[in-house]
């Protein structure tokens, strides 16, 4: 079946089976390799995406349901070049070992902070208790989460 | 080994009946998609049609009504534990919906989703069991309304009929004072599945001490433990003692298996000890009253 994604912005047709998942699509159809498909299982968080800016695990949605959502990879948070904040502060304190988990845990990022934008330290757990991350021991991404949350409400 | 043949995406109630009704290839029902993406290929059936109802706005409302709060099936566990309504008055679902799984897993699947799965670890069921809830099921042939503890069959079986859906969940107002309380026993704090899980709703009608038990992933189904109820009933009070015995008979209406996830006698021993403190902790919340 022929559908159309719209994916960080842009409008994408694709070819897919009715039983595809929106991770392979987008990874395999797209070449948006940025989302990683750690378990197909929807338990490690790595190919987390926001779905109308509600963060999903991509590998447990059908790509045929995606469709009329916005939908928004890892590839789609710079402007113009520059970092998203989050992204940013994931550099800045050095909370990207691997990186395989990265893109998920900051879109997962994201989605927190934009819901809860200044959360407590056991909000910021709970928010990323569906990430696995295999080489930070989290210290440092609990680090990169206030640090994004500091420069965006500056921002804002 | 199944595949997908066709993904239907349901625009509203009479569509979504309508395409259930269909015989051929016997669809399916597609909510949240988080468990029935990891479990479609081990269906029996070659293909499998599946109809989306998320998009469905009937079966996305909570709305209060006189006769209780109705709560869509398709609601997701992130809205429904977010919901001032079901915070306010329904707070142990609240507390069984943020239980499941992580926050990425919680913003797709769905109640209706939870509970049609029927696994007998579901979070969302023990607290609906204890909040009485009705389930109202829809047909094109029409509808009907079956009380939760009658929905299930065994694991991952209920009584729905070929064509038929839950709709939605109507939870009858509780009284003011009723304190309840879920419990899930799980090595890891997220990301796992209940060993066991318990709820308890407690309150005082004429005067009498009244409690609903409902224990989850102890049984092929989610049960009530109507023993352990009926004792508190009768013995009229709650101090050590009586919950101490209600928790031993908790424990007789239970029949776990041993798996991955922890033995039978480990749950046995679960189920007697925590209905036994849960009773007591809402007994203190109930009556303001420490009990020695
Ligand atoms: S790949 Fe989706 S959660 Fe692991
Ligand atoms: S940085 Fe390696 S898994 Fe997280």
Redesign the interface.
Known sequence: MNITLQVNGVEHQVGI???D?LIDTLRENLNLTGSKKGCA???C?AC?ILLDD????SC???S??A?GKEITTIEGLATNGDLHPVQQAYVDFSAVQCGYCTPGIIM?TV??LDENPHPSDHEIR??L???LCRCTGYSKIMLAVRGAEMTMSEDS | MAVISDVHRAVDLDDLLQRMAESEGRPRVLAGGTDLLLQYPAAEEESLALVDVTRVDALKRIEDGPDGLRIGAAVSLSDVMRSEPVLSRFGVLAEGAAVVAGPQIRNLATVGGNVCNASPSADTIPPLLVLNARAELRSKAGERSVALEEFFVGPGETVLEPGEILASFLLPWPQEDTVASYTKVSPRQAMDLAVVGVAVALERVDGKLVTRIALGAVAPTPLRATAAEEYIHSAGRLDEATAAEAGRLAEEAVSPIDDVRGSARYRRAMVRRVVARDLLRLYERLDGEVVA
């Open positions: 089976d009715p039983g998942l299982t929807g338990d968080g987390t509600t963060p999903v695990t447990l949605v059908l045929a349901t469709v997962m989605g927190l709970e928010g208790a569906g990430n």
